[in-house]
């Protein structure tokens, strides 16, 4: 939340200087980054700029959090650091920095407009990716969520958030598929793809 707000303090800063008009903004993020840039759209800083959207492009973004995460070796280090070091980041992509998880960080973003305003929003993500997953990245559902009573309802209601007010012809999924022939550690824990 602190950083969409810088991030949109930032671009307010950027457009009053006024070194040329600035009729459209686009965003292109990467991982995280797609979550700040989200945040900075229901910030109140940048409400003045919302009907000036154009394009969203989200690289491999945990939109959705790691909630259904499949790599054991991803969950155990973030289970350590979540625990040891307190690592808030890391407790709100799980939905666990509240008690209740619809005050969770990324349920409040998931209420938050902003994405509809775009004419066109990129997800892109790849299976092949075992950081981010692959649902959360395409922001869609997956078949833990139906069958888990913890946090299944929390997730459905999160991809119904975001998805709701936008335009099914404004999103487009592109799926990556890269030629990793290399076998090392990078490739074994999926950040090859990321």
Request: hydrophobic share 40%.
């Amino acid at each position: 939340e602190t950083k969409g707000t810088r991030l949109a303090h930032e671009i307010v800063r950027f457009v009053r200087k006024g070194a040329f008009p600035v009729k459209k903004i686009s965003f292109v993020a990467h991982s995280l980054g797609a979550l700040i840039a989200r945040a900075c759209l229901v910030s109140p800083a940048f409400r003045q700029y919302l009907d000036q959207l154009h394009v969203f492009v989200s690289l491999s973004c945990p939109h959705l959090g790691y909630i259904y995460n499949k790599n054991r070796l991803v969950d155990s280090a973030m289970w350590i650091l979540r625990n040891f070091k307190k690592a808030e980041g890391l407790k709100q992509l799980t939905c666990t920095d509240d008690r209740d998880p619809h005050k969770c960080f990324l349920y409040q973003l998931s209420l938050g407009k902003g994405l509809e305003k775009f004419n066109t929003v990129f997800l892109i993500s790849s299976p092949q990716d075992r950081y981010v997953p692959f649902h959360s990245s395409r922001i869609e559902m997956c078949p833990e969520a139906f069958k888990d009573t913890k946090q299944g309802q929390l997730y459905k209601e999160m991809v119904h958030n975001i998805l709701r007010p936008l335009d099914a012809c404004k999103v487009i999924r592109l799926d990556v598929v890269f030629g990793i022939t290399r076998r090392d550690l990078q490739s074994a824990i999926g950040r090859a793809a990321q």
